[in-house]
Nanobody
């Protein structure tokens, strides 16, 4: 049984911070690139950030550069997304995905998905 579980979402004010976690069970993330994606109401799922298997390679969408940081702790089988200076346009359901054999910000390339966690940025 392969499972990814996101946590850490919630309601925050503009300018606030959240840290999202993606924990794997049933398999190890060592050989998988991990991506964070988000989907707002009426919009397609879009790439936010991704990280390679060792953590040395990362990429970010232009809209979150300088505000979000992705990291991974393979010993804990967990990937994180630190989100700072949050804006209302960051409001979405955030998903983590695991990709075997590559990495990037294209949702269709990912093999496994979590159930998502809601992030709402509002005054």
């Amino acid at each position: 049984q392969l499972q990814l579980v996101e946590s850490g979402g919630g309601l925050v004010q503009p300018g606030g911070s959240l840290r999202l976690s993606c924990a794997a069970s049933g398999f190890t993330l060592d050989y998988y690139a991990i991506g964070w994606f988000r989907q707002a109401p009426g919009k397609a799922r879009e790439g936010v950030s991704c990280i390679g298997t060792s953590g040395g390679s990362t990429d970010y969408a232009d809209s979150v550069k300088g505000r979000f940081t992705i990291s991974r702790d393979n010993a804990k089988n967990t990937v994180y997304l630190q989100m700072n200076s949050l804006k209302p346009e960051d409001t979405a359901v955030y998903y983590c995905g695991a990709e075997l054999g590559g990495w990037g910000l294209i949702p269709d390339d990912y093999d496994y998905w979590g159930q998502g966690t809601q992030v709402t940025v509002s005054s």
